[in-house]
């Protein structure tokens, strides 16, 4: 045997020190193998709506009312499961309410304990005891093992498990078992969550998303360009830092920032209140508000515009010094008339609404002066050094890639950058070329090295590469020609303030482009599909999620409440089970207290079902793929043992 294998055996041997035991370890993985898939849950640009979030996960996207039909039938009406449902979602808040109106008697939570029993055998029917296992909170390992493991015909031991339930509601601990129950269905009906971009931005807890999934059992992240601007900020670049300041400020979310991240803004208050404390900034109002005059609303509206110029006088100097990022039209400050007050551009004279810069040397626009220079060097050290930011970076680097091929699908945020002809799109970066797959693969590598190195250089290319990420006309991230933010905030001009899509959003309902983009990543056509978000789909307009003879699905749908307006939803989840891929549309949530005050769970239709034709097994996945692997390992190591290449640890 070979001594590189023979270490990987040794290794290997630690954990199943003879023969016997290398045998147990064979037959539970080959049994795993013959288990149907687990659930897996689809969902993107959640865009810092936490509750919601927070609530899908909760049900399951119907998941969990499911699991309640197939375990109670017709036995109860609408109404009880209805709050059976709430109890599972909201176990410590409805149990409050309950307690607060007389709170339940012996009977009653007996009842409720043996309900929740039966959907947790339903939620657990497709796990081995060993997962199962590793879910129950270890007080009530061995209650909860004979209660759930045991069939419901079971009549030797009925006695045996009524007494246990009885016992857990005389000795006081009734509330905080049916919180464990509630806990372990929700775990399990959930195998994996894959989040396909844009936690953050316009919404108000994406850090609460992400202090969630730091504990989460299963996930995985597909970056979005919102993301990548937070990542950016983490990493002390000034660019980002700027952008991710701008949009919490123009959706009033500065709390994400102040309170969540502890990262004190008065510096900037202080610095927009000394130069634009005359100034109205009215083009730098709270989006989707009226102007207001009160004074916290117009200082938010001065900060708005002073970190809007310094972000344009940063971005300016990046482009210049990145000529191959192809964004010479953002060198925007330079290409203002400021005794006319107008913006050149494609030969044109676009009046500007804005026109007071008194920051702004025309001679040398992209300079900062003294007082930005101090400014941004101290939100260079706060962000930098904002210890949660960084766990929440870190947290999106480690479980996060640029794309994700999972169970012979692909997952992307936005884009895969084509050209106008259907081929991909060949974009330079740091004097190479790169398209398709290996553009995604350099990318991701540029962001990773600035995470794990030590060297300055390579952090600060990281930082100017997640800037490209957020807004370049190259990135599969962002997907349009341009962000045309300065255009949309000082010009009335239409045709100044478009931003054209990338061939990929048209060309992608053509199923060619999509078979050739599976390809081109190494999956099967026949058998896979494209997983992505970033574009809301206007279903109030009668546009389908789902593309390309259903080799697509795009699933942004209005998750953010800045967006329901032009979705007619709030949001799409894609559930991919043993029996087949199902996509649901939900109706806006209102708010935890109403969940669990009057039972309003989250409606969701379903939109779009696809049944495979035979059912999928463990075995079929890249699971599956795995345990194969790990028999085969073990099997080696079987044959060393009886070799004597090893020597069993009895």
Same mark, same amino acid.
């Given at each position: ?6 270490? &990987? ?129 270890? =007080? ?21 498990? %009524?007494?246990?339930? =009885? ?132 200082? &938010? ?210 199923? %060619? ?53 032009? &979705? ?83």
């Amino acid at each position: 045997m070979e001594n590189e294998r023979l270490r &990987t055996l040794k290794i290997l041997s630690k954990e199943y020190p003879d023969i016997s035991s290398a045998c147990a370890g064979i037959i539970e993985s080959e049994a795993k193998l013959e288990l149907p898939k687990g659930t897996e849950h689809f969902i993107s640009d959640i865009h810092g709506e936490h509750e919601a979030f927070f609530h899908v996960i909760k049900n399951g996207s119907g998941a969990v009312r499911r699991k309640i039909g197939d375990a109670l039938g017709d036995t109860v009406s609408e109404a009880q499961k209805c709050e059976l449902a709430t109890i599972i979602y909201y176990p410590k808040e409805k149990l409050e309410q309950i307690n607060r109106l007389g709170g339940f008697g012996d009977e009653e939570y007996k009842d409720i304990i043996n309900k929740l029993i039966l959907v947790c055998r339903q939620a657990v029917a497709k796990y081995p005891q060993s997962e199962v296992r590793e879910a129950i909170p270890e =007080e009530y390992a061995v209650i909860f093992e004979e209660l759930i493991d045991a069939p419901s015909a079971a009549a030797d031991k009925k006695k045996y498990l %009524d007494t246990l339930v =009885e016992s857990v509601v005389a000795t006081g601990r009734a509330d905080d078992f049916i919180k464990a129950l509630s806990y372990l269905i929700r775990r399990m009906v959930i195998a994996r969550l894959h989040i396909v971009g844009d936690i953050y931005d316009r919404g108000p807890g994406p850090h609460f998303i992400m202090d969630f999934l730091e504990n989460y059992h299963s996930f995985d992240v597909q970056w979005g360009n919102h993301d990548v601007v937070w990542m950016g900020a983490a990493l002390g670049h000034a660019a980002c830092i700027c952008n991710v300041l701008r949009g919490s400020l123009r959706y009033d979310a500065l709390d994400i920032i102040n309170e969540g991240y502890g990262i004190n803004t008065d510096p900037l208050r202080e610095f927009a209140y000394k130069y634009y404390k005359e100034d109205p900034c009215e083009c730098y109002a709270i989006k989707d508000r009226e102007i207001a005059y009160d004074e916290e609303t117009q200082m &938010t509206m001065k900060m708005h515009k002073a970190i809007s110029v310094i972000q344009w006088k940063i971005e300016g100097k990046i482009v210049i010094d990145n000529p191959e990022f192809c964004m010479d039209d953002r060198r925007i400050l330079e290409n203002i008339d400021y005794e006319k007050g107008v913006l050149l551009q494609d030969g044109r004279e676009i009046p500007l609404k804005d026109t007071e810069y008194p920051t702004i040397d025309p001679a040398a626009p992209y300079e900062l002066n003294d007082d930005e220079k101090e400014l941004i060097g101290y939100l260079e050290r706060v962000f930098k050094n904002c210890r949660k930011l960084r766990r929440h970076a870190d947290i999106l680097v480690r479980k996060g890639d640029l794309y994700l091929k999972y169970n012979g699908n692909l997952m992307f945020h936005a884009c895969v950058p084509l050209n106008e002809d259907g081929s991909l799109k060949s974009v330079k970066i740091y004097g190479q070329s790169y398209k398709g797959k290996e553009l995604f693969d350099k990318l991701e590598s540029l962001v990773r090295k600035g995470f794990t190195s030590d060297e300055f250089s390579d952090i600060i290319r990281a930082g100017d590469i997640l800037w490209y990420l957020w807004n370049a006309p190259g990135s599969p991230l962002f997907g349009k020609a341009k962000m045309a933010t300065f255009e949309r905030y000082i010009t009335d001009d239409k045709e100044a303030k478009k931003e054209k899509k990338n061939p990929y959003y048209k060309l992608i309902k053509d199923s %060619d482009a999509a078979v050739m983009i599976l390809k081109e990543f190494g999956l099967d056509p026949d058998k896979g599909i494209i997983i992505n978000g970033h574009v809301p789909v206007k279903q109030r307009d009668g546009e389908e999620p789902v593309k390309a003879d259903g080799k697509v699905f795009m699933i942004d749908g209005g998750f953010s409440r800045a967006y329901q307006k032009e &979705t007619g939803i709030a949001g799409y989840t894609l559930i991919f089970n043993s029996i087949g891929k199902y996509i649901s549309a939900h109706k806006p949530f209102t708010s935890t207290e109403d969940a669990v005050r009057n039972g309003y769970d989250i409606i969701s239709d379903n939109v779009y079902s696809i049944l495979e034709k035979e059912r999928i097994f463990v075995k079929d996945t890249d699971q599956g793929k795995e345990i194969k692997e790990e028999i085969q390992d073990l099997k080696d190591l079987i044959a060393a043992y009886r070799n004597g290449d090893i020597n069993e640890k009895r």
